[in-house]
């Protein structure tokens, strides 16, 4: 399950001071019958011979080469701020990288789960730079991933458990634009 959850601000052009706060709410369970499906609600797909679909959800097969899956069809402008999260689970192949991205206008951002280095990683604009906490892979078994951006704060957490924080040095407003899952390097995971 992959879910965009953003509060934005909508302000008049016409120099209001008031602002009006909405909430707008994107969940896909990924419960296609087929990739065309998936296809058909918005998702393109980097190698389509490692995508999978199954009752559960999504698989992403990296063990012949990187997959992935990324949501471009168009967010309502204004989203600065967001929350991003991701229910999946390592499949046993490989080493896990269960991870969530979100691209704005400036910047990428992702939070992932890395059992071959077993820690967190925050990546920015695709380059890693943070890394920190303990994470144990486990096979089969589905763990929650949650990034929150409020003003210039990125908070990540695994299974509601804030693992850490990362202030952005870049103070200009970038919407949301777009979210991306990816298979684990030589592996494969699972998305419901």
Not at 34 to 46: F, K, P, R, V, Y
Not at 96 to 101: N, P
Not at 125 to 146: A, R
Request: with cysteine.
């Amino acid at each position: 399950c992959l879910l965009l959850i953003v509060t934005c601000i909508i302000v008049n052009i016409a120099f209001l001071t008031e602002a009006q706060e909405s909430t707008f709410r994107w969940i896909d369970d990924f419960k296609y019958g087929s990739i065309q499906q998936l296809q058909n609600a918005g998702w393109t797909i980097s190698a389509s011979e490692g995508v999978t679909i199954n009752s559960n959800g999504v698989i992403l097969n990296g063990t012949n080469g990187d997959v992935s899956i990324h949501y471009a069809n168009p967010f309502p402008a204004g989203i600065t701020d967001w929350k991003i999260e991701v229910k999946s689970k390592w499949l046993g192949q490989g080493h896990s990288v269960l991870s969530a991205f979100i691209q704005t206008e400036k910047h990428s951002y992702g939070f992932a789960a890395d059992g071959y280095y077993k820690e967190f990683t925050l990546y920015r604009d695709d380059q890693k730079i943070l890394h920190f906490g303990n994470y144990q892979e486990q096979s089969n078994e589905w763990i929650t991933l949650t990034m929150v951006k409020q003003g210039t704060t990125i908070s990540m957490f695994s299974n509601g458990n804030l693992i850490n924080t990362y202030n952005e040095e870049d103070n200009q407003l970038s919407q949301a634009i777009g979210a991306s899952l990816v298979s684990p390097w030589k592996g494969n995971a699972e998305y419901d």
